[in-house]
């Protein structure tokens, strides 16, 4: 087997390292699911790779069972949008997971407009090149996220994906933080396709040619040079 230690150093992911929780970015596999390490880094050799930063605003509040199940849940986000994506060849590479504690979330763990979603993108940011992915607690109205199509850079409004953990519907979670990040990724429409992964409604999981030419153009899209 090839050593994983390059492809570490490749994303810039510091040690200890444990394959799991560092090269896949899970706290643990998803029920039911498998992953392959083969996979991943061929995934990671690729030529079009993005980025995710998981930021968790307010999860400490959350009891025991509760906010495990809601950890339990991020995993599937990150495991199901990783899949979505492999069928455009965009890998979803390095997913680091970041906490913003309740003292300093400001009340933004409960979002209650679009509005407020876009001032919490405003405020906080992670300084590194990779997307960032607010988890919130609640989110106001008949959607449970938003996105819009970024710039290059993270300051600003339109810099973030912010998505609601549902409780009792892990996999509507996984596909609407899909979809938000299509938008973020340049897909300001929506699709008549419920097949489709930027659907109006509940989010089917494809992605035309159209929208896959828009989001692998886009100015995040980036790759790991330097891998034997």
Known sequence: MESLGPYLDCLGLPGPRRIVNDFFGLGRVPRGETVSLRAHMRRVRGPRLLHVNMIRIGFDTLAAPRRGAAEREIDLVVHRTR???????????RVQHWVIPPAQAGGFADIGSDGEADDLADRF?????????FMVLTYAGSRIGSARPSGCDK???????????????D????????????????????SSDPENLMFSGPNGRRINSSQAATMLTHCFVTECSGLP
């Open 83 to 93: 899949q979505i994506y492999d069928q455009i060849q965009l890998g979803i590479a």
């Open 125 to 133: 940011s992670v300084p590194n090149d990779g997307v960032d992915g």
């Open 155 to 169: 300051d600003g409004k339109d810099s973030a994906v912010v998505v609601e953990i549902e409780q009792g519907d």
């Open 171 to 190: 996999e509507l979670t996984a596909t609407a933080f899909a979809h938000e990040l299509g938008h973020f990724l340049g897909v300001s429409g929506h």
